[in-house]
Each structure stands twice: as structure tokens, then as C-alpha cells.
């Protein structure tokens, strides 16, 4: 391929891939931006706050098929290739956002009514346990020498769009639905929304090229084989686990909890907190391309330290200035603080899980690291800081939690790792 072509094609490429992901995290995500309306739709009404924390739960419990998702589908992935990954994810989370789109209540299944709710939610976190992994890996190897932290950032910040699509049609619901509308059937046209554009971006993945460090592969391991190699790296998959923590908390706790916690607990304007929404996913959007780049010219460990230890300092305090007197333009100044925080870490800390990850395993392995952390604390983030708000009463608890996330990232990253040999499977890691 000339160097012309390479330089008109790669942009369409990364579009093709990064709205194909933007929409499947639209799909995970709505789920947590409308937990009060789902939670009054399928579960028991007796306490709205037990309510809450059982569909808050079932949000969680999508991830936890996240780490069995990233193995089994990781595996296909490194075996078969990149593309036909892609387009397999995308289908399934296409399947599990539908069935829940158009599930009947409580009030007409009863028990079954949240079983089938888990049930959907379990299959898209099968599917979003190797999607993100699958991108990251999918735009590290189509980019241009130098540039790696750029294209692989675009990776987290297509899911900013869906925050913002999700945000957008927000606003528009509230001002056109009442709050009882919106709870009785309003969060089920979100839901729809996403699934009405899932054929275009179907169509548009399977125009995808496989990338050429796959191609260039002389032979292709078979599932299990990789997974048992996956397994026998499993220094490196931790230390990933540990550097996306910091990411995972963060990220649902700017994004997915926010709608909550800004009605739920500080009792604000819808209006107004889905405003503070679409600013956090333009921020995020913003920093998260600039950090990348930033990474490919000082380097991924500058950025990740400075972001932690940002974090372990200012995170609680700036809840706690929130929750002495809760308003909109203190919310979005919080917001937008930790949203930084996030995009920056995220912008040098995706390219650099990229990286340390063996080449034959590079797809399950990123995608097993990072479900995982998502799994045992990004995910639960919402139910966890409504559980610990409920038992301490200090509403700007969430804050402990974030710092509690930044510390296992500083750890992680000050550890050094040392591949002594291109695509040899052996990690080595001990501490500077």
C-alpha cells in the first residue's frame, strides 16, 4: 500500500472501528444513566432504595461476565483476527440491549422480569469483555510509526460520544416527558436509539481490513493454546488489572454515576445534571487525543504518575466542596476536574497495556486486565458509592473510593517491566 493511500485510508479505518465501539458502550452504559426508571420498571417497589441498589447490581453484574467474555472471545480474537472480532461483539451487545429495550415490567412477569434484565445484562458484558481490547489492539497496530498513544486513545474516546449521544437524548427526553413518562416507558427509547443504528454499524465494520501485524503473523495459535499461554503471563495481566483500575473507577464514576448521584443524592435538575453529563464526555473526548499524542513525545509513565498521585490528593476534597452546598456549577467544575484526571490517565494508559502484552496473546490479554479491573471495581462503582453513602451518610464518600483506584494505579506504575525479547510470551517484572 503507498504511503498516499495509507494516509487517506487510515482515518476512515479508525472512524469504521471507533463508532462501531462508541455505540456498544452506548448500549452498556444507558442501563446505569436510567437505574432509578429501570429499577421502579423490574424490581419490587417496597423500598425505592432497595430498588435501586438490586438494579444497580444487575448493572454490576454485566461485568462480571466481562473477564469470561475477555478469554473465550479474546481467544477467537487472537486466533481468527481482528475484524472478525469486531463484527462478533457487536453483535451479541446488539442481541442483550434489545431484549431488555422490549421486556415487559414487573407488574406483567414478575420474578422473571429481572431475571430476563440480568440475563440481557450478562450478555452484553460477555460481549464488552473483549470490544474494548479488541479496538485498542485493532488501532495499535494500524498506526503510523510514532503515533501509537494517538490512535489507540480514540479507542476511549469514541465511548465519549455515546456519553454524549447519551447525554444529548437525555436532555431532549426530559424536556419533552414528563417524570412519570419517563419512568413508565421514556428510558426504553434510549435504549431502542441505540439499537435502531446497529445494522449501519455492522455494515461498516465488515468493510474493515484486517491489520497487517496479524497478517504478517507466519502461524496462528489455536484457542486453547492462547488461553493457556494467557494464563502462564499472568504477572503482566495483573499488573494490567492494577494500572486499569485507576481508569475503570473513574470512568463510571464521571460518567454512569453521575446522572445518580446528582439526582439520587444531591437532589439536582435533571436538566442540569444531564448538561454536566455532555460536558464531561466533551472533556473527555478532548484530553483523552491530546494525552495520547502527549505520551508518544515525553513518554506513557510521566503522565500515569502525575495523574495518580492528582488524584489520591484532590479527589475526596473535591466532593466534599460539592457536598457542602450541591449545585450545578459546582457539580460540573468537580466533574470536569476528575474528568481530566481520567482522560489523561486513560490517554497513556491504554496505549501503554498495548505494549506489555505479549504479541500472540495481545488481544485476551489486554481485554482479560481490563475486564477484570472492571469487573471487581470499575463496574460496581455506582452500587458501591450508593452503599457506602447509605452506611456512612457522607455523601462525598465516592471520593475515598476514587483514591482508593489512584493508588493501585501508582503502584502498578511504579513497577517496570522488561520484555527482553519481541513475541517471546516472557514478561519479567520487578520494582525500580
Known amino acids: 500500500m503507498s504511503p498516499q493511500r495509507i494516509a487517506v485510508s487510515q482515518p476512515r479505518r479508525v472512524v469504521r472501528v471507533a463508532l462501531g465501539n462508541a455505540l456498544e458502550m452506548y448500549d452498556f452504559q444507558i442501563f446505569g444513566y436510567y437505574a432509578p426508571a429501570i429499577a421502579a420498571t423490574f424490581f419490587p417497589h417496597r423500598s425505592a432504595f432497595a430498588a435501586l ?53 414487573y407488574a406483567a412477569l414478575g ?26 489492539i485493532y488501532l495499535s497496530e494500524i498506526a503510523t510509526p510514532g503515533h501509537k498513544g494517538f490512535y489507540v486513545a480514540w479507542q476511549s474516546a469514541s465511548q465519549q460520544v455515546a456519553v454524549m449521544f447519551a447525554a444529548v437524548l437525555g436532555i ?38 484486517e491489520t497487517p501485524d496479524f497478517l ?14 494467557v494464563f502462564r503471563n499472568w504477572r503482566v495481566v495483573l499488573l494490567g488489572v492494577m494500572m486499569s483500575t485507576m481508569t475503570t473507577v473513574t470512568f463510571y464514576l464521571v460518567t454512569t454515576y453521575t446522572p445518580t448521584f446528582g439526582s439520587a443524592v444531591l437532589h439536582l435538575a435533571p436538566t442540569g445534571i444531564l448538561f454536566v453529563t455532555l460536558c464531561v464526555g466533551a472533556c473527555n473526548f ?34 466534599w466542596w460539592l457536598t457542602t452546598a450541591p449545585s450545578i456549577p459546582r457539580l460540573l467544575a468537580v466533574e470536569l ?18 505494549e506489555i502484552m505479549p504479541a500472540e496473546i495481545r488481544t485476551s490479554g489486554f481485554s482479560l486486565a481490563y475486564s477484570t479491573a472492571t469487573a471487581i471495581f470499575g463496574g460496581f462503582t455506582p452500587a458501591i458509592c450508593t452503599w457506602l453513602i447509605h452506611v456512612t451518610g457522607n455523601r462525598a464518600v465516592p471520593g475515598l473510593w476514587m483514591s482508593l483506584a489512584a493508588v493501585f494505579g501508582l503502584i502498578a506504575v511504579a513497577v517496570h517491566i522488561k520484555i527482553p525479547e519481541k513475541n517471546t510470551g516472557k514478561v519479567f517484572i520487578r520494582l525500580t
Open 286 to 319: 478532548t484530553v483523552l487525543p491530546l494525552s495520547g499524542a502527549l505520551s508518544d513525545r515525553i513518554g506513557r509513565l510521566p503522565i500515569l504518575i502525575a495523574c495518580t498521585v492528582a488524584a489520591i490528593l484532590t479527589a475526596y476534597p473535591a466532593l
Open 172 to 209: 431532549v427526553l426530559a424536556a419533552s416527558l414528563s417524570p412519570a413518562q419517563m419512568t413508565r416507558w421514556g428510558w426504553r427509547v434510549a435504549l431502542l436509539a441505540g439499537c435502531m443504528l446497529l445494522p449501519f454499524l455492522y455494515f461498516m465494520r465488515r468493510s474493515l481490513e
Open 111 to 136: 420474578v422473571a422480569a429481572p431475571l430476563l434484565v440480568l440475563a440481557g445484562r450478562l450478555l452484553q458484558g460477555f460481549s464488552a469483555g473483549v470490544e474494548l481490547g479488541g479496538v485498542s
Open 337 to 354: 476536574w476528575l474528568a481530566f484526571l481520567y482522560a489523561a490517565y486513560n490517554g497513556a494508559m491504554a496505549v501503554r497495556l498495548t
Open 216 to 229: 504478517a503473523r507466519r502461524s496462528q495459535p489455536g484457542a486453547s493454546s492462547i488461553v493457556r499461554s
Open 53 to 105: 441498589m438490586l438494579t444497580l447490581a444487575t448493572f454490576g453484574a454485566g461485568f462480571l461476565m466481562r473477564p469470561i467474555g475477555a478469554v473465550i472471545l479474546g481467544a477467537y480474537v487472537d486466533h481468527r483476527g481482528r475484524r472478525a472480532g469486531l463484527l462478533l461483539t457487536l453483535a451479541l451487545m446488539g442481541v442483550g440491549t434489545l431484549s431488555m429495550a422490549c421486556l415487559p415490567g
